[in-house]
């Protein structure tokens, strides 16, 4: 659901350096109108290295109130449809689902955890570069906040709402850099990072209260392939990029009470979500440098890329109601304790047919022709860009008048780019 990666997931070792675009020129690719952040890891030192960091800390927040947790160990990863084949008839019954996750804890977490290590070296006369990382981070989070309703709504009162969240990270990366000869390089980056995250929300208002318990997995591969290369003024860069990226949140548990009892109807919903992308890539970047004096010089620049990316979604929910009915609620310290005690009987049928169950596919050509002037203080880079893109969708559930959908478009992006040195530390941009 959201195009970011957390940067603690990569180790500081790693890291060259961050290269931060505000306003895009025609070699980049047009989705980032916004900016983009390119992170630069780095060659292998010249010499062997080898680091290590270890640091812990913990959070003040939980001096003053216990950390909320549940069994997320215990979750079923499939939903009931899921685990029974995904049958045309899937009615379920209470045997269908477990409890066990359901019971809630509350105790003092373990103090917060961050570790990395790095390794690097050069091989054969120095031609060879590795550079070997991993990180890992386990950190205890919380968040208080009050939400004030106003009056006449279907709210009571302010509603409190308290978070405890763990977050886990970890992270492998190897970097290899072959230096050819001075004009021929190659490198290889490969990287896997996972990431969890078990949170429990605990709202409450006047007369009601809400629990839900939350897991969620995510891990993201890639690997990249680029070379380098110099032909007398030519410059030749290429790249060739793969990518699989993976999100998890099963049995998404909300629990709905009225004052000290269980809601009798929508007492419970409990929700299964995954979803994966698939990315594979290709760029290629020609520049040419005419230097004309020392103070001047004129660049030419041209290239294309070609992107194919897959997309899957699943969407599988139920609802609960009590299942001692309306004339006998479920109270709280009478006939329960925990979460898990509380009698439960889910509608026969779940919500299978949302739209968020689908396959997706997207396909992007791009080209771009850029030039670049430079004389003394003035910097002037002009280019336009053509990205064609290809998109469908098919609905997985086709109970809606457009099951399957597609549409191309053809995108012409221009820009120009005016820099003014004043002096060393200052300047004056103009982008459009």
Request: aromatic share 12%; glycine share 8%.
């Amino acid at each position: 659901k959201n195009r970011f990666v957390p940067l603690d997931i990569f180790p500081s070792e790693m890291l060259d350096y961050l290269e931060v675009t505000k306003s895009l020129t025609a070699n980049m690719e047009g989705d980032g109108i916004g900016g983009a952040v390119n992170l630069v890891m780095k060659d292998a030192p010249s010499r062997r290295q080898f680091t290590a960091n270890i640091s812990t800390g913990y959070n003040s927040m939980y001096l003053g109130r216990d950390f909320q947790s549940f069994r997320h160990g215990d979750i079923a990863k499939q939903s009931p449809y899921e685990a029974m084949g995904k049958p045309n008839d899937y009615k379920v019954t209470n045997n269908d689902f477990s409890m066990s996750n359901l019971h809630m804890s509350s105790h003092k977490p373990l103090p917060d955890l961050t570790a990395g290590l790095s390794y690097g070296d050069r091989f054969f006369n120095d031609r060879l570069g590795v550079m070997i990382a991993g990180s890992f981070l386990n950190t205890y989070r919380g968040k208080e906040s009050r939400i004030y309703y106003q009056p006449g709504t279907s709210h009571n009162g302010i509603e409190y709402r308290n978070y405890s969240s763990q977050q886990t990270r970890m992270g492998a990366h190897l970097k290899l850099d072959y230096q050819i000869n001075h004009d021929n390089e190659l490198t290889w980056y490969n990287g896997y990072m996972d990431m969890t995250e078990a949170e429990v929300r605990d709202g409450k208002d006047d007369k009601e209260r809400q629990a839900r318990m939350r897991w969620n997995h995510q891990y993201i591969l890639n690997s990249t392939l680029k070379g380098r290369h110099q032909l007398a003024g030519l410059g030749i860069s290429w790249s060739a990029v793969a990518s699989r990226a993976y999100s998890e949140t099963p049995d998404n548990t909300e629990i709905f009470m009225q004052g000290s009892h269980i809601q009798t109807s929508g007492a419970a919903t409990r929700r299964w979500e995954h979803n994966s992308d698939r990315d594979i890539a290709a760029y290629l970047d020609l520049t040419y440098k005419l230097s004309t004096s020392h103070k001047q010089m004129f660049e030419l620049s041209a290239g294309g890329m070609y992107r194919d990316k897959k997309r899957d979604s699943f969407f599988n929910e139920y609802t609960f109601d009590s299942a001692t009915g309306t004339k006998n609620p479920q109270y709280e310290g009478k006939d329960w304790n925990n979460f898990d005690e509380i009698l439960l009987t889910p509608h026969p049928y779940g919500n299978i047919g949302d739209p968020l169950n689908y396959d997706a596919t997207e396909k992007i050509y791009a080209a771009y022709g850029m030039a670049k002037y430079t004389k003394g203080r003035i910097e002037l880079t002009a280019g336009i860009r053509m990205e064609h893109t290809n998109q469908g969708y098919k609905l997985k559930f086709a109970r809606d008048t457009y099951p399957e959908g597609n549409q191309q478009y053809t995108d012409l992006l221009p820009s120009l780019h005016a820099k003014y040195t004043l002096h060393n530390h200052a300047h004056l941009r103009l982008s459009y």
